[in-house]
C-alpha cells in the first residue's frame, strides 16, 4: 500500500514547503515509502534534493493501486507505485511559459492543461511540456526534450500502375533530418528523398518488400524502423463462389473452392465444423471425404493470398439424406426479457422425429427443447445472438442437423442523444422476422407520423430532435409486392447532456454507461469489484501527471506472455456517431516512470466496434519495430502507431475534444470499411498481453512492457490495461 507521508511535527511541514520553495517549487515529487522508517527519512531526503517529493496518496482507501500515484519504482500491485501528484506538488504552476513547447517539436495538432500540466498532441501522440525529471538546478521545470523518433506508420499499400507516395515523418532530436531506406531490387523503380523523407515510384507488377527506413539528425543521432512496401494488384483478393454444391449422404465428395485477384498461391481455412468424414486441404483448396451425415452447415471460407490479403465468404454446405430440417437458421426476433416458443419442423425420412441439442447452447438452464421439437424460454435481459445447433433423428436413425440463429433484439433500436437519435434494425432480426415472405425492397422510418428515412440500409442519425421531446419511431418494411410490413415502434426521450455523470431520466453524457461483458485473466482483480462505475462516466484522471489509479477509478484487463483479458461496454444514453475526423476516445492510465517525459509506461489494448451485438468490427493495428535487429523500445508511444489503445494520460480538459482531452482518439471509419454504419453503441477493449497479437500490416507481435518494477505480466492483479473511461467525439 501507497500512502502519503505524514509528518507528525508542524515544523518539519514547514521546514519542507520552505526547501522546496527554495528548488524552484516545481518538483512533483515521488515519494517511495518501502518497509521502514528508515526508508521513509530516506525517500524525505530525496524530496529535498529535488530527486524525490510528496506523495500523491494511497492506492485507493486501503486498495493498493494501479498505476499508483505516489510511488516511485514500486511493484505493479500499487505498493510504492506511480509517479507523485504534479498538481499538488506545483506549487506556482505560473512559472511554466504557456507559449513554451517540448524541445523537438515546432507545431502542434492539439493542447491541453495548463500550467506545470500542460501537454501538446503531435501525430496522435500527447507530449508533456514540462519533465518532473532529473533537474540541472532551482528555477523553473526542464522542458521536455523528445528524443529522435520515426513517428509515420507503415506505409499503406499501393496500387499496381499507379503513383505511390509515402511520407515518413520524424519528431524530436534536432533538425534537420536525413533520410535513408534499404529497399531491395525489387523496388528499384522506388527512391527517397533524403532530404524530405518521401518515397515515391510506380510498379507493373505486384509486390511486397521489406525495407528498413532510416533516419538521421543533425547531431548525428540515428533511428531505424522496419517496414514493408506493398504494391496490390490491379484486382483486389474475393472469394468467387457464391454457393457450395449440396453433398450426397454418403457419397464422394469433392468440392473445389475458387478465388480470384491478389496474388497467387493461394492458402484456405475454413471456420466453422465441417460434416463428420470431410477435410479441406489449405493449399489447394479441395474439399473432399464422404459425408456421415446429413444437416445445413455454415462455414465461414477464408483464402490468404501471397502478400497475407485476405478474403472471405460464409456459405452453407448441405449433405443430403433424405431427412431435413425445413425451419429457417434465421429464427424471429424475440425482445429482450420476453417469453420465447418455437416449434421446429422437419420433412422427409420416416416419421416419428426426436429431436436434440447438439451444439452451441441455449441462453439458461430455464430454456428447455422437447423431444417433438418445441423449444421455450426466457429471452435474456440483453440483447445478444443465441446460436446453437439441433438434430433431428427419425425412426430409422437417420440424422440431419442445423445451425440456427436467434436474434434477442427490440426490432428497432433508437437511442437518444445530443438533439440527435440513432436508429438502427439488424439485419439478422429482420431475415428471421420476415422468413419465409420474401427479402424486403427497402425500409421506412417515421417520427411521429412524419417519414425521416426512406433506403435500403439498416441504420442512419435522426438529426434536429428538440431537446425534452419524445418521439415515437415506427420502423417498416417494404416487401417485393409494394406492401409494407410494420417491424417495430419506439419510443425515447431526449435528455440535456452533460460532461459529467449522466443521471437516467435526468440528463445524458457522451460516455459509456454499461458494461455488458467482463473477462479478465483471473477473478478479483484490480478494480473488479467496483465494475461498472469504475469504468462508465467521465474519465477520473486529473491532468497529464495525475493519472487515475484507485480501484473506484479504472479496472485492470490483465495481460501475460500470450494472453490478455477483455471489456465490453454499450453507451445507453448517447451515441458515438461516425463522422470525418476522430470519433472516439478511449482513457487509460498512462504513467511517466520517475517523472521522466520519455520513459512512458504503457500497457496497450486493440479496439472493437459494433452497432449490433456480436457483429464487431476491430481497428486495424500496426506496430513499428526497429530495423537492425534492435530491441523493440516499448516505452515509445510510436511504437504502437495505429489502431492501438494506452498510449497517451489524460489531460484532464474536455473528454469529447480529441485536440485537448488526451487520451487514444480514433477514426471509426477505419474499422468500419464496407459495413456502411453511420453510428455504433458498443467498444470491447482487448488487453494485447505480450506476443499474443500479430499486428494487421506486416504481421508483427505486438510486445508488452514486462518492466520488472511493475509486474505488467503476472496475468493477474493490477496487470494488463487499466481502463479509465471511453468518451463520445460526436454524439
Not at 20 to 35: F, R
Request: charged letters at 20%; glycine letters at 14%.
Amino acid at each position: 500500500m501507497n500512502r502519503p507521508l505524514r509528518c507528525s511535527r508542524p515544523s518539519a511541514v514547514l521546514a519542507l514547503l520552505l526547501m522546496i520553495l527554495l528548488l524552484g517549487g516545481w518538483g512533483v515529487v515521488s515519494l517511495a515509502p518501502q518497509s521502514a522508517l528508515g526508508r521513509a527519512v530516506a525517500g524525505l531526503l530525496e524530496a529535498v534534493t529535488g530527486k524525490g517529493g510528496v506523495d500523491g496518496g494511497d492506492g485507493s482507501g486501503g486498495a493498493d493501486g494501479a498505476h499508483a500515484s505516489g510511488g516511485t519504482a514500486g511493484g505493479k500491485d500499487g505498493t510504492g507505485k506511480g509517479l507523485g501528484k504534479a498538481g499538488e506538488g506545483t506549487l506556482n504552476p505560473s512559472l511554466a511559459d504557456p507559449s513554451a513547447l517540448p524541445r523537438g517539436l515546432t507545431d502542434i495538432d492539439g493542447e491541453g492543461g495548463s500550467g506545470f500540466d500542460r501537454a501538446v498532441k503531435k501525430n496522435g501522440v500527447w507530449y508533456p511540456v514540462y519533465s518532473p525529471g532529473p533537474r540541472s538546478g532551482p528555477g523553473a521545470p526542464p522542458l521536455t526534450e523528445i528524443p529522435l523518433t520515426i513517428a509515420s506508420p507503415t506505409p499503406l499499400p499501393g496500387r499496381v500502375g499507379q503513383a505511390f507516395r509515402y511520407q515518413a515523418e520524424a519528431i524530436g532530436g534536432m533538425a534537420p533530418y536525413t533520410w535513408s531506406a534499404s529497399l531491395g531490387p525489387e523496388a528499384s523503380s522506388f527512391t527517397l528523398d533524403a532530404a524530405a523523407g518521401i518515397l515515391v515510384g510506380a510498379s507493373a507488377v505486384p509486390l511486397k518488400s521489406a525495407f528498413s527506413l532510416i533516419v538521421t539528425d543533425a547531431a548525428g543521432t540515428r533511428q531505424s524502423a522496419a517496414m514493408s512496401l506493398v504494391i496490390r494488384p490491379e484486382k483486389d483478393l474475393t472469394v468467387v463462389m457464391d454457393h457450395l454444391p449440396r453433398a450426397g449422404l454418403r457419397e464422394a465428395i469433392d468440392i473445389l473452392l475458387t478465388a480470384e485477384g491478389g496474388v497467387p498461391p493461394y492458402r484456405w481455412k475454413v471456420s466453422g465444423a465441417l460434416p463428420s468424414g470431410l477435410t479441406l486441404d489449405a493449399s489447394s483448396g479441395r474439399i473432399s471425404g464422404m459425408t456421415e451425415a446429413g444437416g445445413e452447415y455454415p462455414l465461414i471460407l477464408t483464402v490468404t493470398d501471397a502478400q497475407d490479403f485476405t478474403a472471405e465468404s460464409a456459405l452453407t454446405l448441405r449433405a443430403d439424406s433424405g431427412l431435413e430440417i425445413t425451419t429457417p437458421s434465421s429464427l424471429p426476433a424475440v425482445a429482450p426479457g420476453q417469453e420465447f416458443s418455437e416449434e421446429f419442423e422437419a420433412e422427409g425420412g420416416t416419421p416419428p422425429y426426436y429431436w436434440e441439442l447438439t451444439g452451441g447452447a441455449f441462453p439458461d438452464s430455464s430454456w428447455i427443447l422437447s423431444a417433438d421439437g418445441v423449444l421455450e424460454g426466457q429471452a435474456p435481459a440483453a440483447e445478444t445472438i443465441v446460436s446453437f445447433t439441433l438434430t433431428v433423428t427419425d425412426a430409422e436413425d437417420e440424422t440431419f442437423e442445423k445451425t440456427f440463429r436467434l436474434p434477442v433484439s427490440n426490432m428497432l433500436i433508437a437511442v437518444p442523444s445530443r438533439e440527435k437519435v440513432g436508429l438502427a434494425w439488424s439485419p439478422t432480426a429482420v431475415a428471421g422476422l420476415l422468413a419465409g415472405s420474401g427479402s424486403p425492397s427497402g425500409f421506412i422510418v417515421t417520427r411521429d407520423g412524419e417519414t425521416v428515412y426512406r433506403g435500403t440500409g439498416t441504420n442512419f442519425v435522426d438529426r434536429g430532435v428538440p431537446v425534452g421531446s419524445s418521439p415515437e419511431y415506427r420502423l417498416s418494411a417494404v416487401m417485393p409486392d409494394g406492401s409494407e410490413q410494420q417491424l417495430g415502434v419506439k419510443s425515447v426521450t431526449l435528455l440535456p447532456m452533460s460532461l459529467g455523470r449522466g443521471i437516467p431520466g435526468q440528463r445524458g453524457d457522451p460516455y459509456a454507461d454499461a458494461v455488458t461483458a467482463f473477462q479478465p485473466l483471473s477473478p478479483g482483480g484490480y478494480g473488479a469489484g467496483q465494475v461498472p462505475r469504475n469504468v462508465t462516466g467521465p474519465p477520473d484522471g486529473g491532468s497529464t501527471y495525475t493519472p487515475a489509479y484507485r480501484a473506484s477509478e479504472v479496472v485492470s484487463l490483465h495481460a501475460r506472455v500470450g494472453g490478455g483479458g477483455s471489456i465490453e461496454l454499450e453507451f445507453t444514453d448517447n451515441i458515438v456517431e461516425l463522422t470525418a475526423g476522430e470519433d472516439l476516445t478511449v482513457f487509460e492510465n498512462v504513467m511517466f516512470v520517475g517523472g521522466d517525459a520519455n520513459r512512458r509506461f504503457m500497457e496497450p489494448g486493440v479496439i472493437s466496434v459494433a452497432l449490433f451485438p456480436g457483429e464487431w468490427h476491430r481497428l486495424p493495428t500496426d506496430v513499428i519495430p526497429p530495423a537492425d535487429g534492435q530491441a523493440v523500445d516499448v516505452y515509445n508511444p510510436f511504437y504502437y502507431s495505429r489502431g492501438i489503445a494506452g498510449r497517451n494520460a489524460s489531460t484532464g480538459e474536455d473528454p469529447t475534444d480529441p485536440g485537448r482531452s488526451g487520451g487514444d482518439s480514433f477514426d471509426l471509419n477505419t474499422a468500419i470499411g464496407a459495413a456502411e454504419l453511420s453510428w455504433i453503441r458498443y467498444i470491447r477493449i482487448q488487453s494485447t498481453g505480450d506476443q499474443a497479437m500479430s499486428d494487421d500490416v506486416g504481421g508483427d507481435a505486438i510486445r508488452h512492457n514486462n518492466d520488472p518494477n511493475f509486474g505488467p505480466l503476472t496475468g493477474s492483479g493490477s496487470s494488463g490495461f487499466d481502463l479509465d473511461a471511453v468518451s463520445a467525439v460526436h454524439y
